[in-house]
């Protein structure tokens, strides 16, 4: 089996199981349909399937600003099975024609931290298409944040998640140091 190294922890890829290649990648313009297609789908999940249309158009521009600090990260599949027709590319990104689709998404904020010059990065939204759990894919985006993380100098990427998110805790339990904290708000608006 093959090993990888994700901060201190190792991993194993998962057994192969009829898997096509993902690319993971920072989203670009012309992702905008697949990315979209794949936001409502985590959007509905977490009880907003209303979001403004004015919302979801704000919150894409911010993503392929290069001046602010929200990125987005996708996985894109790359099927082997040739070329799709018309009616299989809804949801796919950039390069459709050629077999692959938005199958995962990362928001992340870049921001200052008080304990150090080095900037940290907030994962805020992180979702994989139900269909296609299980295949590796969540930690393959991990892994690319963190090597984006190691590249470009960043602090810490961290994240939250919703005590109830037992399957999203057994990933993240395999590849982050889980953080003994209790989170509170105030909603403003």
Same mark, same amino acid.
Request: glycine share 6%; with cysteine; hydrophobic share 40%.
């Given at each position: 089996?093959?090993?990888?190294?994700?901060?201190?922890?190792?991993?194993?890829? @998962?057994?192969?199981?009829?898997?096509?290649?993902?690319?993971?990648?920072? /989203?670009? /313009?012309?992702?905008?349909?697949?990315?979209? /297609?794949?936001?409502?789908?985590?959007? $509905?999940?977490?009880?907003?399937?209303?979001? =403004?249309?004015?919302?979801?158009?704000?919150?894409?521009?911010?993503?392929?600003? @290069?001046?602010? @600090?929200?990125?987005?990260?996708?996985? *894109?599949?790359? +099927? $082997?099975? =040739?070329?799709?027709?018309?009616?299989?590319?809804?949801?796919? =990104?950039?390069?459709?024609?050629?077999?692959?689709?938005?199958? +995962?998404?990362?928001?992340?904020?870049?921001? @200052?931290?008080?304990?150090?010059?080095?900037?940290?990065?907030?994962?805020?939204?992180?979702?994989?298409?139900?269909?296609?759990? !299980?295949? !590796?894919? !969540?930690?393959?985006?991990?892994?690319?944040? *963190?090597? $984006?993380?190691?590249?470009?100098?960043?602090?810490?990427?961290?994240?939250?998640?919703?005590?109830?998110?037992?399957?999203?805790?057994?990933?993240?339990?395999?590849?982050?140091?889980? *953080?003994?904290? *209790?989170?509170?708000?105030?909603?403003?608006?």
């Amino acid at each position: 089996m093959a090993h990888c190294q994700i901060m201190h922890r190792e991993w194993c890829e @998962p057994p192969i199981r009829n898997r096509t290649m993902v690319e993971i990648k920072q /989203a670009r /313009a012309a992702d905008r349909a697949g990315w979209e /297609a794949l936001w409502r789908e985590n959007i $509905a999940n977490f009880g907003a399937p209303d979001m =403004g249309d004015d919302v979801i158009n704000t919150l894409w521009q911010r993503i392929v600003d @290069p001046n602010h @600090p929200m990125q987005a990260w996708l996985a *894109v599949e790359n +099927g $082997a099975d =040739g070329v799709m027709d018309d009616s299989q590319t809804e949801g796919y =990104g950039e390069g459709s024609k050629e077999s692959s689709r938005i199958v +995962g998404l990362a928001h992340i904020i870049l921001h @200052p931290h008080t304990f150090s010059v080095r900037n940290v990065a907030y994962l805020e939204d992180f979702w994989v298409s139900d269909d296609q759990r !299980g295949k !590796g894919i !969540g930690r393959k985006m991990i892994a690319a944040l *963190v090597d $984006a993380a190691k590249q470009q100098d960043w602090g810490r990427l961290y994240w939250l998640t919703a005590n109830d998110n037992v399957a999203a805790q057994r990933l993240y339990d395999r590849l982050a140091d889980r *953080v003994d904290a *209790v989170l509170y708000r105030i909603d403003t608006a």
